[in-house]
């Protein structure tokens, strides 16, 4: 779209703003926009509607349709309560439950949502203060309703906020559901379509009863009693990071036996502007570094570490020297895994159809293990609404034990359908028990993880481009690799190319080319070399990022080699991303 053209669209669209039934401060801030000599925000407030990605609606706050705000959140809420209408027209009462995170206006968008799904005459759930995402899962399931939201942006910067919609089974809609709730919301041509005015008398405040049984059904999870009566001294530090997991993850952890939390004082405090970090991210150092702090003052054994939504979990153990490092999202996959499978084999619980579950991008460790061990593993796009799809189609014919992804999620339950950061730290203590037990670090028993599997080192690069223009650029990124995909990446040659955009996978020796077997096309691109590096490339569903997953592997033969060959496998991994010009 040409400039003058792009500018003609945005302020067209910006201008129904001012005509509509909008607040006076809304319009306010339109007419502000229109008038600013610069059009950035403007074209960047308007030039699109924000849609459901990976993780549903995602955006910055402020005013426009590329905004999260109570008119975007609005026509959201009421799109799905007209397709919930149509879907669900034959049951009396139609029920959701609606929870939210620490974030700014998040409290404010659950509430609005609530009444207009209300108004709706749809009986709404209404946690009475901020909860964990997966909680609000558990509730769907647990109070039998046909959908579910939750306001939070995650993990992401302090300015986002956003909206997962979930369906019956509790996970988060996919195909033909997210869809269709779009095209529900792209019905609404006016905010007057909106119905903002609740029915109180369908609205109930729902809170601790729901807590207690989410963390009842989480205890039952422990499989090593025994080793946490041995260590539950064990000293862990625990940060939700300003946000949710403060709510239940100290609680979870009391009740699977664990006497000696440590918190960081500061992160307690529930803030929207998270205050002592720059991202609440536990993907990133910093995030935990007030935690790794307090673990040295106090000798602390595990550091673990929760995002504002308590989905995702980030941990830091000791390595040989006694200095803090952090684990990554495959490495505690790895754990979860590795344990998980262990202990159920040990317990005599494993049936013969177990599975797992991982994202194509996660690291193909997990599929060793698998293998090695006669359980299934399953391979499923990015995002845990697919792991949860595949929990689905299985349910009543194959035994779940985990899913997993290296964004730091996990999920070792199936009562559940999104990744679990309660849950997660409870289990990932009782690991760090459990190895402790039989005479091991976390750290050494990751190392013998991959003694006994194979070495992997992974890493996952994000290149930022922001705004229409870098949503173009990242989409000729996508082209690029696909017209002129490479032959060989750090001097080792290409020897299978999987798009999951065309659903083709290519044998370069051989020139053959099958179908692969996925639910759905996906802007994906793998590369597999001769010495087994597997490079993906994807754009992300809800941020404005290009990212590549780096997995290489080096020979591992004892525990004494393991910092000489994570140093080697870091030289070749900087030799990928040059290669690919990253």
Not at 6 to 18: D, I, R
Not at 317 to 341: A, S
Not at 353 to 360: D, F, G, L, P, S
Not at 559 to 569: D, K, P, S
């Amino acid at each position: 779209m040409e400039n003058t053209d792009l500018m003609k669209f945005v302020t067209t669209k910006a201008q129904t703003w001012l005509n509509g039934s909008y607040d006076e401060a809304t319009k306010t801030d339109v007419r502000r926009m229109l008038e600013a000599t610069d059009s950035t925000e403007l074209i960047d407030a308007f030039y699109k509607d924000l849609e459901f990605g990976t993780g549903g609606l995602r955006g910055i706050m402020g005013t426009g349709t590329n905004r999260m705000n109570l008119y975007t959140v609005g026509a959201a809420t009421q799109g799905l309560s007209n397709y919930l209408q149509k879907e669900f027209h034959h049951i009396p009462q139609i029920k959701v439950v609606i929870g939210h995170d620490c974030r700014n206006n998040s409290r404010k968008f659950a509430e609005s949502s609530a009444a207009i799904f209300s108004a709706n005459g749809i009986k709404v759930y209404l946690f009475e203060a901020l909860r964990p995402t997966p909680e609000i899962s558990f509730a769907i399931r647990h109070l039998g309703c046909q959908s579910g939201i939750i306001i939070t942006a995650s993990h992401n910067p302090k300015e986002y906020n956003g909206y997962k919609a979930y369906w019956d089974d509790g996970a988060q809609m996919i195909a033909p559901h997210d869809v269709n709730v779009i095209k529900e919301v792209e019905n609404i041509k006016r905010v007057e379509d909106i119905h903002f005015q609740g029915n109180d008398a369908l609205i109930e405040s729902i809170g601790e009863t729901i807590d207690a049984e989410y963390l009842a059904k989480i205890k039952t999870l422990s499989l090593s009693p025994e080793a946490i009566e041995r260590h539950k001294d064990m000293k862990i530090v625990y940060t939700p990071i300003h946000g949710t997991g403060g709510t239940l993850i100290p609680q979870s952890l009391k009740n699977f036996g664990f006497t000696n939390i440590i918190h960081v004082p500061e992160q307690d405090v529930i803030s929207g502007d998270f205050p002592t970090v720059v991202s609440p991210n536990p993907e990133e150092p910093a995030a935990l570094s007030m935690a790794i702090k307090k673990a040295i003052e106090t000798d602390a054994e595990l550091v673990m570490a929760s995002d504002p939504d308590a989905d995702r979990i980030g941990i830091a153990v000791k390595n040989n020297d006694n200095q803090w490092i952090l684990v990554n999202g495959n490495q505690t996959c790895m754990l979860f895994t590795y344990y998980l499978m262990r202990r159920w084999n040990e317990l005599n619980k494993i049936e013969n159809n177990a599975y797992v579950v991982k994202t194509i991008v996660t690291t193909e460790v997990i599929k060793k293990m698998a293998d090695k061990n006669n359980i299934a593993c399953y391979d499923c796009y990015t995002g845990f609404k697919w792991i949860a799809s595949v929990i689905r189609e299985l349910e009543g014919k194959q035994q779940y034990i985990g899913g997993g992804e290296e964004s730091y999620g996990y999920l070792p339950e199936d009562f559940v359908r999104d990744k679990d950061a309660v849950s997660s730290c409870s289990l990932m203590a009782e690991i760090a028990a459990w190895a402790k037990d039989n005479g091991k670090t976390l750290y050494q028993l990751i190392q013998d993880i991959y003694l006994e599997y194979g070495f992997s080192k992974e890493k996952g690069i994000s290149i930022v481009r922001k705004g229409k223009t870098g949503a173009e650029e990242i989409q000729q990124m996508m082209t690029n690799f696909r017209q002129n995909p490479p032959k060989e990446i750090a001097g080792s040659n290409i020897m299978l190319i999987k798009d999951f955009e065309t659903l083709r996978m290519k044998d370069m020796a051989t020139g053959q080319e099958t179908i692969l077997d996925m639910p759905e096309p996906s802007n994906v691109l793998q590369f597999f070399t001769e010495d087994e590096t597997k490079i993906s490339v994807r754009p992300s569903g809800t941020e404005p990022k290009i990212k590549f997953y780096i997995e290489v592997k080096h020979p591992l033969k004892s525990r004494e080699e393991f910092e000489a060959v994570n140093q080697a496998a870091e030289q070749k991994v900087e030799a990928v991303k040059k290669s690919l010009g990253i």
